[in-house]
């Protein structure tokens, strides 16, 4: 079930989802969503009703005061928002979650069905896997869809994952054969540091989300985050030489494997977010 907070029938929407558990390594992806929430100052929509999707011995409820001092317990569940100072041209929905224990057909033909209530039209998914990268290189994002066109329009690949998935990759398929435009980007957070934040991570989810939107979304203080993040496992891996030389061996496979044309490809698309990013500021 649905709760209703607040009563909107968007237009033409762009729907942003993130989820906890399985899909967010070191918790980029809802670390981002979350970000956006700030950014964009999101207000409530709906919550998804969690008793029937979750397992409250694993995903335990809290217990706190209200406003007027009294004892509440709040229920962790998946949430919608929307985004009252997002881009000016392009409704966003924004949901912040966490991957269901149970019902996942249900839940996903739930959550779709509100968003199209809405007038959703393109619903886009974050998520963050573990992978053998170096933490001093550029993350890697990997951006792909179902959908033949949608990928070419977008330069993205087209899935061809087969094997273990979470709530992300369900969702993803429930979303494309409902007709929604559906993509989805990942960022690769290195392994050996897999531990949240991941301020790195989300500097590239966020700057993907702002090459398909053709916005500039104010980062605040994330990039001076990552780059003292950067610095800190600079530090730990100086420390043990085992560690110092795997992370060389990861830079030299990188380095190796990143040919001049994408890497030209890349630093032009991060000038051009640059200058819009200026004038939007001023």
Not at 83 to 92: A, L, S, Y
Not at 96 to 107: M, S
Not at 135 to 148: A, E, I
Not at 176 to 203: C, I
């Amino acid at each position: 079930m649905i709760n209703i907070e607040t009563e909107k029938r968007l237009q033409d929407a762009i729907v942003i989802a993130a989820f906890e558990g399985w899909n967010d390594a070191g918790e980029a992806a809802t670390d981002s969503v979350s970000h956006l929430l700030v950014s964009w100052r999101a207000t409530l929509l709906a919550t998804i009703d969690p008793e029937d999707y979750y397992d409250f011995q694993v995903n335990r409820p809290h217990v706190g005061f209200d406003s007027e001092g009294e004892r509440e317990i709040s229920w962790r569940t998946t949430s919608f928002w929307h985004c009252e100072d997002g881009p000016p041209d392009r409704d966003v929905v924004l949901i912040t979650g966490i991957e269901p224990n149970l019902h996942w057909r249900a839940f996903c033909a739930e959550l779709l069905d509100y968003v199209a209530g809405l007038g959703a039209a393109t619903f886009v998914t974050l998520g963050a896997l573990l992978a053998d990268v170096p933490h001093t290189r550029p993350v890697p994002v990997t951006g792909v869809s179902s959908d033949t066109r949608l990928a070419e329009r977008n330069g993205l690949e087209q899935s061809r994952y087969t094997g273990p998935t979470g709530i992300v990759g369900v969702i993803q398929e429930a979303s494309h054969r409902r007709g929604l435009d559906t993509l989805s980007y990942w960022a690769a957070v290195p392994h050996y540091v897999a531990h949240p934040p991941a301020p790195k991570a989300m500097l590239a989810l966020l700057g993907q989300v702002e090459e398909l939107l053709g916005t500039s979304i104010d980062l605040r203080g994330l990039p001076e985050e990552a780059k003292a993040w950067e610095r800190g496992v600079d530090e730990l891996a100086s420390d043990d030489s085992d560690v110092a030389d795997y992370v060389r061996s990861l830079e030299e496979e990188r380095d190796a494997a990143d040919l001049p044309q994408a890497s030209g490809d890349a630093i032009a698309r991060e000038f051009e977010r640059y200058l819009k990013r200026r004038t939007d500021d001023n």
